[in-house]
T-cell receptor, first 114, second 113 residues
Framework: SAVISQKPSRDICQRGTSLTIQCQVDSQVTMMFWYRQQPGQSLTLIATANQGSEATYESGFVIDKFPISRPNLTFSTLTVSNMSPEDSSIYLC???????????FGPGTRLTVL | GQQLNQSPQSMFIQEGEDVSMNCTSSSIFNTWLWYKQDPGEGPVLLIALYKAGELTSNGRLTAQFGITRKDSFLNISASIPSDVGIYFCAGPLDTGTASKLTFGTGTRLQVTL
């Protein structure tokens, strides 16, 4: 497994602003993923972040709204841009550390947009 | 996209009771993962299954990989209050390694004393 931390743990933001969420892993990993969990819902994959290449976004998510950086093998950021109340969710990063599709998750960032 | 349906959606049980939940898919999976999410936390991996028919235990938890490869089951024996949380199944969207996952709809478990 891996130890994953996220910053901030929670934030309350005004609409129209942007928030950058950081994800730090205690070991080098190739695959990092960003998920969104809307209130009372399951997890939805936003994008896959690989070091040295652009992130790959899932249907319904675009780079202009959710730009991602992956500067090295232990760190990634997700920015939620031009926020609206519909962006209020928990944002989770995860890492894939084995060849068997297992993923381990950070504690999440709880975002509230007013 | 791919949808994993979990049943039941929620359940209230008494401490000491056994719990069963399942996860079904319209497509075949080669891996099934079961996670638990506590309030305010990220999901924690409980059990991973890699082979049709496989039965794997982790303490009081037992999970099975359905022989059709389209379903999986999770059982919790002798439930305790700390079993409260949301249980998610998940499976890989691709056939490659370290694949992105799709998650089930979740089963919310509440345990009463």
């Amino acid at each position: 497994s891996a130890v994953i931390s996220q910053k901030p743990s929670r934030d309350i933001c005004q609409r129209g602003t942007s928030l950058t969420i950081q994800c730090q892993v205690d070991s080098q990993v190739t695959m990092m993923f960003w998920y969104r969990q809307q209130p009372g819902q399951s997890l939805t994959l936003i994008a896959t972040a690989n070091q040295g290449s652009e992130a790959t976004y899932e249907s319904g998510f675009v780079i202009d709204k959710f730009p991602i950086s992956r500067p090295n093998l232990t760190f990634s950021t997700l920015t939620v841009s031009n926020m609206s109340p519909e962006d209020s969710s928990i944002y989770l990063c995860s890492v894939g550390v084995s060849a068997y599709n297992e993923q381990f998750f950070g504690p999440g960032t709880r975002l509230t947009v007013l | 996209g791919q949808q994993l349906n979990q049943s039941p959606q929620s359940m209230f049980i008494q401490e000491g009771e056994d719990v069963s939940m399942n996860c079904t898919s319209s497509s075949i999976f080669n891996t099934w993962l079961w996670y638990k999410q506590d309030p305010g936390e990220g999901p924690v991996l409980l059990i991973a299954l890699y082979k049709a028919g496989e039965l794997t235990s982790n303490g009081r938890l037992t999970a099975q990989f359905g022989i059709t490869r389209k379903d999986s089951f999770l059982n919790i024996s002798a439930s305790i209050p700390s079993d409260v949380g949301i249980y998610f199944c998940a499976g890989p969207l691709d056939t490659g390694t370290a694949s992105k996952l799709t998650f089930g709809t979740g089963t919310r478990l509440q345990v009463t004393l």
